[in-house]
């Protein structure tokens, strides 16, 4: 258990369907994450927040819709997407984006299955 | 790219034996971090070395970094069953006021056969 938690664990989903994905972290942390880790490649980051706002945009497509309503809270709206974008997302918190402080926590992630 | 890179891809090894682990990066770090993942899990923090470490230890994990070469080590001794997963490392990267971001290898997949 490492203090982030991410709902739901598994999902399928149309391409037409509209979806979240929830993350929560429970460590007083002011930077989360999110990462798409597909088979074979390097763990991606998509989304960076830093004390709620967004700090980093790895030119994710728009079908992809971060929120940070706290710093305890992140979601990710899916829209509209491609069987390409089946894989695992995981979400990360952090004490901060300082040096010697981004040490992060990974919530357990969520398994995406695009039909 | 800072991308750290991992060597070996896989690695399969007797339970008891050590395990050694590389990664190598391009450019220069404030610190580089090992993580591991058990099989579609997130990844856990193991061990963090500054840039002015060479050596770290934790328990039966050892690390050495060795930034004239560019290139760090996890060492795991005694291996046991429960260690089979996949280990990553990270390097951070400056991305401006302040803040600092971290870059994944591909990891190497350690396998450890009772």
């Known amino acids: 258990e490492t203090g982030v938690t991410q709902t739901p664990r598994h999902l399928v989903m149309g391409m037409t369907n509209k979806k979240s994905l929830k993350c929560e972290q429970h460590l007083g942390h002011n930077a989360m994450y999110w990462y798409k880790q597909s088979a074979k490649k390097p763990l991606e980051l998509m989304f960076v927040?830093?004390?709620?706002?967004?700090?980093e945009n790895n030119s994710v497509p728009s079908r992809f819709s971060p929120e940070c309503p706290n710093s305890s809270h992140l979601f990710l709206h899916l829209h509209t997407l491609q069987p390409e974008d089946s894989a695992l997302y995981l979400c990360?918190?952090?004490?901060?984006?300082?040096?010697?402080?981004?040490?992060?926590?990974f919530g357990p992630g969520t398994r995406l299955t695009v039909l | 790219s800072q991308q750290g890179e991992e060597d070996p891809q896989a690695l399969s090894i007797q339970e008891g034996e050590n395990a050694t682990m590389n990664c190598s990066y391009k450019?220069?770090?404030?610190?580089l971090q090992w993580y591991r993942q058990n099989s579609g899990r997130g990844l856990v923090h193991l061990i963090l070395i500054r840039s002015n470490e060479r050596e770290k230890h934790s328990g039966r994990l050892r690390v050495t970094l060795d930034t004239s070469k560019k290139s760090s080590s996890l060492l795991i001794t005694a291996s046991r069953a429960a260690d089979t997963a996949s280990y990553f490392c990270a390097t951070d990267k400056y991305s401006g006021a302040g803040s600092y971001q971290l870059t994944f290898g591909k990891g190497t997949k350690l396998s450890v056969i009772p």
């Open positions: 990360a918190s952090s004490q901060d984006l300082g040096g010697g402080r981004n040490e992060q926590f």
């Open positions: 927040y830093s004390l709620e706002e967004r700090v």
């Open positions: 450019t220069s770090i404030n610190n």
